[in-house]
């Protein structure tokens, strides 16, 4: 698909240090960025956020630490999220759900898509399952198709590059859901919000 030119965020929240989902964050920033958008990579590791005490909101206004500044300020100007997940005892990280529970409202009125992984055979089907129910809390509803990578480290290589049958096919059609809901709602919100 033509070049859309929205902002992305994709977040990834495996402090492992043997972590594989890194091989996912690759594949799809990749695939982002030849399409066109403009990504930024939200390492949960590297922005190392504390275990929650006060959300963004939270701070008094200018007093916010410096990192959530600068996470508030990206947020404000992107039009779409993708969750980089992997599964612990089927449910999610909770890297990823620290760095996403600090903000809120930041998020709202964008889509959400999820990127799931396993290094066994079922490929994040269940944290899928429950980051549904969690995006749409956050007010970044998922989109209805999510990417399955199954056999992260034989499917992906280190760098990215798929060593699959199957993942570019299946990305083709997930990030044309995600533009197309990316772009929707985009023009949606330059007329206003509800709230
Ligand atoms: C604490 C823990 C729990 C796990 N639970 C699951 C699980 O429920 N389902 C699954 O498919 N894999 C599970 N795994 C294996 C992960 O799929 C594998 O370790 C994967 O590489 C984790 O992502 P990361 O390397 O990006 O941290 C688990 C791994 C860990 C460390």
Redesign the pocket.
């Known amino acids: 698909m033509a070049n859309k030119g929205l902002n992305i965020v994709i977040f990834?929240?495996?402090?492992?240090r043997?972590?594989?989902?890194?091989r996912?964050v690759k594949f799809v920033q990749n695939q982002l960025e030849a399409r066109g958008h403009t990504v930024t990579f939200v390492d949960a590791k590297e922005v190392d956020l504390p275990i929650l005490d006060r959300m963004y909101k939270e701070y008094p206004k200018g007093e916010a630490p410096e990192n959530l500044q600068k996470l508030a300020d990206l947020y404000a100007d992107t039009d779409a999220y993708v969750l980089?997940a992997?599964?612990?005892?089927?449910?999610i990280?909770p890297g990823l759900s620290n760095l996403v529970d600090h903000f809120l409202e930041e998020y709202g009125f964008r889509p959400s898509a999820v990127v799931a992984?396993?290094?066994?055979?079922?490929?994040?089907?269940?944290?899928a399952v429950h980051l549904r129910g969690y995006l749409a809390e956050l007010g970044m509803p998922a989109i209805p198709s999510a990417l399955h990578v199954s056999k992260?480290?034989q499917s992906l290589g280190e760098d990215g590059e798929d060593t699959s049958p199957y993942l570019t096919k299946a990305a083709s059609k997930f990030l044309d859901e995600l533009e197309w809901y990316g772009r929707a709602l985009k023009a949606e919100r330059a007329k206003g919000v509800p709230y």
């Open positions: 990834y929240g495996s402090y492992r043997d972590r594989n989902g890194i996912a980089v992997g599964e612990y005892n089927h449910t990280q992984y396993s290094v066994g055979g079922f490929g994040g089907a269940r944290v992260i480290t």
